[in-house]
């Protein structure tokens, strides 16, 4: 099954656990569809921006609670001490960004509670994270660690039928022309006849005149419909239509239609359809009638990702990606 799964965890206090249940995944999921560690980040890139752009990669999101989790606090390089700051409470620690990000991009995030740790209340997180004790979470113990581990696994597989089901969704073609032309045929027939009833019961010259030119008009909208303008056509037309405004990424006030959310992951920064080809999203963008399209570079770290929304209030420069508007 597709899914990339990352496994946030604090090296230094729940480490061995992260290993075990790492390999303890390997075992149904190749080696490049786990994130485990997020090491040598580049000087002068921003770390909170790769973090987020990796955490966004993932379908799900494993957090590796242990009995020191919540409460672990920052030492004093020199003396080796705590320093009385909680980590939880930087905004620059890893572990909060991740686990932040993956609330924010509504990546299905696992609480893992290990070592008799139990779950966070709302009143001991950071606003960022409070939704994280609304998540139902599973236990790993040492003694039952494999049948635990089972246990994860299932809820990770479900998890990721649904973000492959969406992409399903999203992927699936326009109706054929076949089924077009039998739709455009019954409701042709149907209006057409409508028409002519109205023809024939006329009383006048004039409504009798009015109504045959109803029928004809008719007429002349079913053959649209038969396949002498095709709707593909025009579709792959309207997506001309949208023009390249460069490397931009919406991160917030974003509006869109609510009939979206069926179809699309949905968040504050537009509606992911899933990964689909540039023009495929062109044209998806047509369809939907949206007004701004923005789809992840080939190659890139977002690649192919395609994205609607009718407008964004924050709009910033983003390499991964390309603005579309028309």
Same mark, same amino acid.
């Given at each position: 099954?597709?899914?990339?799964?990352?496994?946030?965890?604090?090296?230094?206090?729940?480490?061995?656990?992260?290993?075990?249940?790492?390999?303890?995944?390997?075992?149904?999921?190749?080696?490049?569809?786990?994130?485990?560690?997020?090491?040598?980040?580049? #000087?002068?890139?921003?770390?909170?921006?790769?973090?987020?752009?990796?955490?966004?990669?993932?379908?799900?999101?494993?957090?590796?609670?242990?009995?020191?989790?919540?409460?672990?606090?920052?030492?004093?390089?020199?003396?080796?001490?705590d320093?009385?700051?909680?980590?939880?409470?930087?905004?620059?620690?890893?572990?909060?960004?991740?686990?932040?990000?993956?609330?924010r991009?509504?990546?299905?995030?696992i609480?893992?509670?290990?070592?008799?740790?139990?779950? #966070?209340?709302?009143?001991?997180?950071?606003?960022?994270?409070?939704?994280?004790?609304?998540?139902?979470?599973?236990?790993?113990?040492?003694?039952?660690?494999?049948?635990?581990?089972?246990?994860?696994?299932?809820?990770?597989?479900?998890?990721?039928?649904?973000?492959?089901?969406?992409?399903?969704?999203?992927?699936?073609?326009?109706?054929?022309?076949?089924?077009?032309?039998?739709?455009?045929?019954?409701?042709?027939?149907?209006?057409?006849?409508?028409?002519?009833?109205?023809?024939?019961?006329?009383?006048?010259?004039?409504?009798?005149?009015?109504?045959?030119?109803?029928?004809?008009?008719?007429?002349?909208?079913?053959g649209?419909?038969?396949?002498?303008?095709? #709707?593909?056509?025009?579709?792959?037309?309207?997506?001309?239509?949208?023009?390249?405004?460069?490397?931009?990424a919406?991160?917030?006030?974003?509006?869109?239609?609510?009939?979206?959310r069926?179809?699309?992951?949905?968040?504050?920064?537009?509606?992911?359809?899933?990964?689909?080809?540039r023009?495929?999203?062109?044209?998806?963008?047509?369809?939907?009638?949206?007004?701004?399209?923005?789809?992840?570079?080939?190659?890139?770290?977002?690649?192919?990702?395609?994205?609607?929304?009718?407008?964004?209030?924050?709009?910033?420069?983003?390499?991964?990606?390309?603005?579309f508007?028309?």
């Amino acid at each position: 099954m597709a899914g990339n799964i990352f496994i946030s965890y604090r090296r230094d206090l729940d480490a061995h656990f992260a290993g075990r249940l790492h390999d303890q995944l390997l075992r149904s999921f190749p080696a490049n569809k786990l994130f485990i560690d997020v090491d040598d980040i580049e #000087p002068g890139l921003d770390f909170v921006q790769v973090l987020e752009d990796m955490v966004a990669k993932c379908d799900v999101m494993l957090v590796i609670i242990g009995s020191g989790w919540q409460d672990a606090k920052n030492k004093d390089k020199d003396k080796d001490k705590d320093t009385g700051t909680r980590r939880l409470d930087n905004p620059d620690d890893f572990v909060r960004i991740e686990i932040a990000s993956a609330l924010r991009l509504d990546v299905r995030v696992i609480p893992v509670l290990v070592d008799g740790a139990t779950m #966070p209340d709302e009143q001991g997180l950071p606003e960022v994270l409070i939704p994280l004790a609304r998540r139902h979470a599973v236990r790993i113990t040492h003694d039952q660690f494999a049948s635990d581990c089972g246990k994860l696994l299932k809820g990770i597989n479900r998890a990721l039928s649904v973000v492959e089901k969406r992409g399903a969704q999203a992927k699936e073609p326009a109706p054929t022309k076949k089924t077009g032309v039998k739709q455009a045929q019954q409701k042709t027939a149907v209006g057409a006849g409508g028409l002519i009833l109205s023809a024939l019961a006329a009383t006048s010259s004039e409504l009798r005149g009015a109504a045959a030119a109803a029928v004809l008009l008719a007429l002349a909208a079913g053959g649209y419909y038969l396949g002498v303008i095709r #709707p593909e056509t025009l579709l792959q037309e309207a997506a001309f239509r949208y023009s390249g405004n460069g490397n931009y990424a919406c991160f917030g006030d974003a509006t869109f239609p609510s009939s979206w959310r069926t179809e699309a992951t949905c968040l504050h920064f537009g509606c992911n359809f899933g990964q689909l080809d540039r023009r495929a999203c062109l044209v998806l963008g047509a369809r939907k009638d949206s007004k701004t399209v923005i789809h992840g570079n080939a190659g890139g770290g977002r690649s192919n990702e395609c994205w609607l929304q009718q407008s964004c209030g924050d709009l910033r420069s983003h390499p991964d990606f390309t603005l579309f508007r028309r």
